[in-house]
């Protein structure tokens, strides 16, 4: 069974804490989810995710920063563990 997208991105980037995970995948959710509908949204997230995996570090961190500052609304940074 292949690994969740969470576990996927902490392996390809150990130094991404899992609250930092789970903001950058929410959004990226809720950036698919505006154009897309049901398999199509899972499509592109897997794409998202193996992308992500991909990154440098740099490039990680650069996205990360994006994902912070523009936080889905009503998403509280500190809800995630």
């Not at 150990?14 to 930092?20: F, G, I, Q, S, V």
């Amino acid at each position: 069974m292949k690994p969740n997208r969470v576990v996927r991105i902490a392996q390809a980037h150990p130094w991404l804490a899992r609250k930092d995970i789970c903001l950058m995948l929410h959004q990226a959710y809720d950036t698919f989810s505006e154009d897309c509908k049901g398999e199509e949204i899972q499509i592109n997230m897997e794409k998202w995710t193996s992308n992500l995996c991909k990154l440098s570090e740099y490039e990680a961190r650069n996205l990360l920063s994006l994902a912070k500052e523009f936080s889905v609304e009503g998403i509280e940074y500190s809800q995630y563990p």
